[in-house]
């Protein structure tokens, strides 16, 4: 099953995606966030049978507008570790993006100039929670997990580096494309990648994580409740502009365009102001 959330009629409505062309709107839902709150949302997506959307030109919002936590993994693609010169962890390294940081899937990325001169993309997995999970162990995580999306993770690495902790360079608001789709059915293994004003600039596959988004789930539900519509980023691979030689960054006006085959694209055009 595809659903989305999309901008309609002045607000959003919660939508199950039934092919390239339509939608159906989820009556009663404004957004996969409220969604996500029933315990049978799967059924409620299923069986809807509401307004019919042209989806020619839908406004998509994020895709999961208004999670309760959102928590990143760091180093988390083996080449990305290395391209960066580190040894592969022994556990997960974790550190948190506000709800504030998304945006829509397809909208312009508005960066404030002063934390524009080290702006880098990252091409990542967003996991989402479909079930409350406290201490699930990672044979049980796949029952928590409502689906998967694409997640543009503008870096500020100016910021993320000055000091050791990476939560200022990863959330300035509406700087992560979200979407556009959450995915219930996706398998790892697929193609991840990403395209600088059409230009390929990482590419990898998803069965290259470290920590896979049922270890994850093991991992952090021993450390916090993770609560229905929670999305847990699972990193980005290699391929990053910080590690080139030389270095390169996002400039004004390119756009950043991240597919992972199965779940879609996030198309982010970059004003800097």
């Known amino acids: 099953m595809k659903l989305a959330t999309l901008r309609l009629d002045g607000g959003t409505a919660a939508v199950r995606v039934d092919d390239d062309r339509t939608a159906t709107v989820i009556e009663g839902y404004p957004d996969l966030s409220a969604l996500l709150t029933e315990a049978d949302w799967k059924v ?38 290395k391209e960066m010169g580190r040894e592969l962890p022994q556990y997960p390294t974790l550190f948190s993006k506000f709800k504030e940081a998304l945006t829509g899937p397809y909208d312009d990325v508005i960066v404030p100039r002063y934390a524009a001169s080290q702006l880098d993309w990252e091409a990542e997995l967003a996991v989402i929670v479909g079930k409350r999970a406290y201490q699930v162990s990672e044979a049980d995580a796949d029952a928590h997990i409502a689906g998967y999306s694409v997640i543009n993770d503008y870096t500020m690495r100016d910021y993320q580096y000055r000091t050791l902790q990476w939560d200022q360079g990863k959330t300035f608001d509406r700087t992560s494309g979200f979407g556009p789709l959450l995915v219930t059915d996706y398998v790892l293994g697929t193609r991840i990648e990403t395209r600088l004003d059409g230009a390929a600039m990482q590419s990898a596959t998803t069965d290259d994580l470290v920590f896979t ?16 519509g929670d999305v847990i980023i699972t990193g980005t691979t290699g391929g990053v502009g910080h590690a080139r030689t030389p270095a390169r960054y996002i400039q004004d006006g390119e756009t950043v365009e991240v597919t992972i085959d199965g779940l879609g694209t996030v198309r982010n055009k970059t004003i800097i102001e």
């Open 44 to 81: 409620l997506a299923d069986k809807a049978s509401g307004r019919v959307v042209d989806l020619t030109n839908a406004d998509y919002a994020p895709v999961v507008p208004n999670p309760g936590k959102i928590i990143c993994v760091g180093l988390n693609y083996a080449t990305h570790i």
């Open 213 to 228: 988004p049922a270890e994850l789930i093991d991992y952090i539900s021993h450390i916090v409740t993770l609560q229905p």
